[in-house]
């Protein structure tokens, strides 16, 4: 079974960096493609980033192209979201999955990923 544990989510004002952390334990560090999706109060869920087993192959959901990066340290057994240019519509709580299937198709994360618990994100100045 594997374990998701998500950190670095906090208060920040708008155009403030933020860095969260995804620790993967419990199984295979690369068998897994790991994804970040986030949920705003009263929202669906939705997809923010994600990441191949490798760390070559990434993609990213329309609203925060250009502002967040993500990537793996597969000896750390850990993947990042580095958050740059914070809006104030990017508040929202932060989840980690980790699915064993690699697709440019959010739902395959859904479909067969496992989920950590989640990490706040606010930004309001």
């Known amino acids: 079974q594997v374990q998701l544990v998500e950190s670095g989510g906090g208060l920040v004002r708008p155009g403030d960096s933020l860095e969260l952390t995804c620790e993967v334990s419990?199984?295979?560090?690369?068998?897994?493609?790991i994804a970040w999706f986030r949920q705003a109060p009263g929202e669906d869920r939705e997809f923010v980033a994600g990441?191949?087993?490798?760390?070559?192959?990434?993609y990213y959901g329309e609203p925060v192209k250009g502002r967040f990066t993500i990537f793996r340290v597969n000896t750390k057994n850990a993947v990042y979201l580095q958050m740059n240019n914070l809006k104030p519509e990017d508040t929202a709580v932060y989840f980690c999955?980790?699915?064993?299937?690699?697709?440019?198709?959010?739902?395959?994360?859904?479909?067969?990923?496992?989920w950590g618990q989640g990490t706040q994100v606010t930004v309001s100045s």
């Open positions: 999955n980790a699915s064993p299937r690699w697709e440019y198709d959010p739902n395959s994360f859904v479909q067969y990923g496992s």
């Open positions: 419990g199984r295979t560090f690369t068998d897994f493609a």
């Open positions: 990441v191949n087993w490798y760390g070559d192959k990434t």
